[in-house]
Antibody, heavy 119, light 110 residues
């Protein structure tokens, strides 16, 4: 069955960077897109961006442009999201989710990775 | 992009039907039949329950149904059960390969 397994919780200081990983199994990795969605404590879901697992092409919400980088390693079926210049309001659970194309729903989700930004 | 508008909370008694609205604009909900709904229980990852406005993933209960009219999409849960108590989020394609979520609705089963 399809599984997306994310890396463990992180604690970072303001100004630092963090990289979250998402390892896929149960399907052909390069056949799908991987989206990143975040959820601040007690708040709703916010779409961050996607990566085309086959080509490596990416797209993200305007507010994340310039400080989010999404990459993938097809040899180990893993996608990564790096956030730079972290601020306290970047504290959130970050989810990866798969989609057949950039314009289709998010059908499978990872378990989430809590990133805490605190001095 | 602004978040889609959902009511903060909706409640109902077991067996009743409830409907959650999701209002967007002509740039997202109104322009695309790519609206999906996600159910999220506390401490868990979201789960897809409706896609392409009114389609259900295989194996999902037919108590969940979706619809859309103009800039507003809706999720109806019929025969409300205790296990339906959760947060529900709508999500719409917004063009240029971007997406926008609703603010979420907390469903309480009385």
């Amino acid at each position: 069955q399809v599984q997306l397994v994310q890396s463990g919780a992180e604690v970072k200081k303001p100004g630092a960077s963090v990289r979250v990983s998402c390892k896929a199994s149960g399907y052909t990795f390069s056949g799908y897109y991987l989206h990143w969605v975040r959820q601040a404590p007690g708040l709703g879901l916010e779409w961050v961006g996607w990566i085309n697992s086959k080509s490596g092409g990416t797209n993200c919400a305007q507010r994340f442009q310039g400080w989010v980088t999404m990459t993938r390693d097809t040899s180990i079926s893993t996608a990564y999201m790096e956030l730079r210049r972290l601020k306290s309001d970047d504290t959130a659970v970050y989810y990866c989710a798969s989609g057949k194309r950039a314009d289709t729903e998010f059908d499978y989700w990872g378990q989430g990775t809590l990133v805490t930004v605190s001095s | 992009q602004s978040a889609l508008t959902q009511p903060a909370s909706v409640s109902g008694s077991p067996g009743q039907s409830i409907t959650i609205s999701c209002t967007g604009t002509s740039s997202d909900v109104g322009s695309y039949s790519v609206v999906s709904w996600y159910q999220q229980h506390p401490g868990k990852a979201p789960k897809l329950i409706i896609y392409e406005v009114d389609e259900r993933p295989s194996g999902l209960s037919n108590r969940f149904s979706g619809s859309k009219s103009g800039n507003t999409a809706s999720l109806t849960i019929s025969g409300l059960q205790a296990e339906d108590e959760a947060d529900y989020y709508c999500c719409s394609y917004a063009g240029r390969s971007t997406w926008v979520f609703g603010g979420g609705t907390k469903v309480t089963v009385l």
